[in-house]
Every structure is written in C-alpha cells, then in structure tokens.
C-alpha cells in the first residue's frame, strides 16, 4: 500500500472521445507525475505537476493535459483519444521533485481505446 | 541521449535458484540515479533501490543484491534463492542530471517467473 489512489480502474472508450483519469496522492506530496505504460513496455514520463503547475513534460502531444488541486488530487485528460492511447496511466505522488524524493505510485488505471 | 536497456525480456526460473537482472544506462551528465522497480500483476511500481552516481558500493537486502559499476554503465539486480513471491516485471530506470527533477526513465523491464 503506497497510499496513493487512481480511479476508475479499468475504462473503455472509442476513438476520438475524451477520458479524465483521476490520481489521489499522499497528503502533504506536493508533486505528482503521470506515466503512460503501453502494453510490454516501461512507463513514460507524460508530465510532472508541483504546486498546481506543470513542471515538465515529456514527449506528449498537447491533447494530453493535466490539473493539481489542492487537497493532493489530479487529473490527466486526454482530448481525441486514439488508438495508440489505450494503456496503462500511473500516477506517482513526491514530496517535492528531487531525485531523492521518493516517487509512490498508484496500481494505475488500464485505458483502451476501440 | 539518457536511455536504459534492459537486454532480457523474459526469465524462467526454478525455486530457490539465483537469478540476475541486467541493466546497463546511458547518460552524459555526471549526476544520475539508478533505481529499481517491481511491478506485480496489480500493476502498482514497488521501489526496491535507489542509487545516485556518486556511491558505487554494491548493496544488500536479505536475498536482494545490486552490483553498480560505472565501468560498464550497468546496474544488475540478483535474486538469491528465488521465491515465487519474486514472480513480477523488473524496471530499470534513471533520473539524470543533479537539478530539481524526479523524472523516471525507464527500461523496457524484465517478466521474472519463478515456477515452483
């Protein structure tokens, strides 16, 4: 148990439709990142949120997009949802965004797209 | 390029054998972390290790071992006495360059299954 929370945990959707996957992250992590697991991969970077902002993104298209609120939950939406979308999300909650703050992360919301 | 490869898709094992993951990184700063991850079929990542690029000295916990070698730019795991409970994905990753980021970078992992 990491403390860290996703729902739904399981969604299907059709091509083009939009998804909002929700993460509730320990109380008093003030970051909280968001990896995309395509099947047989590893997770990739999406982006980081610190403090209600974004604080990095990795190579993902603008459709993908992200809220922090202040009671430690986000969300990642994603717009014209593709193919290529359905996997796994995770989020991963930190106390801050150094190397040595440790990331917990959730057991992940599993997305297909048909 | 910061990248991390993980050369062994799968691995078979019988209980109570060694086991060890492999995984070599790529990098150009000086500055890094190497961490190691479990992922069971729930799918939540479980942190094993986290090593930064300054501390080579390998590490022991119970029957998990990390040998780091800058040398080679690999970061191996080994499983002594393999249990099923070790039966999981294996992640490799890395945070690069010594700044105010926590961004993971990850191997393709490795599905260890240890049959009885």
């Known amino acids: 148990e990491t403390g860290v929370t996703q729902s739904p945990t399981h969604l299907i959707k059709t091509r083009g439709q939009q998804v909002t996957l929700r993460c509730s992250s320990q109380?008093?992590?003030?970051?909280v990142s968001w990896y995309q697991q395509a099947l047989g991969q590893g997770p990739q970077f999406i982006f980081q949120?610190?403090?209600?902002?974004?604080?990095g993104r990795g190579n993902f298209p603008p459709r993908f997009s992200g809220l922090q609120f202040p009671n430690y939950s986000s969300e990642l939406n994603v717009n014209a949802l593709e193919l290529d979308d359905s996997a796994l999300y995770l989020c991963a909650s930190s106390l801050a965004s150094y190397p040595s703050d440790e990331q917990f992360f959730g057991p992940g919301t599993r997305l297909t797209v048909l | 390029a910061q990248k991390v490869t993980q050369a062994q898709t799968e691995i078979s094992v019988v209980e109570k054998e060694d086991v060890t993951l492999d995984c070599v990184y790529e990098t150009r700063d000086t500055t890094y972390y190497l961490f190691w991850y479990k992922q069971p079929p729930s799918g939540e990542l479980v942190f094993l290790i986290r090593r930064n690029s300054f501390d080579e000295q390998n590490e022991i916990s119970g029957r998990y071992s990390w040998n780091f070698q800058k040398s080679t730019s690999s970061f191996n795991f080994t499983i002594t006495a393999s249990q099923v409970v070790d039966s999981a994905v294996y992640f490799c990753a890395l945070i690069s360059g010594g700044g105010a980021t926590n961004k993971l970078i990850f191997g393709t992992g490795t599905l260890l299954a240890v049959q009885p």
């Open positions: 949120y610190y403090r209600e902002e974004e604080n």
């Open positions: 109380s008093g992590h003030n970051t």
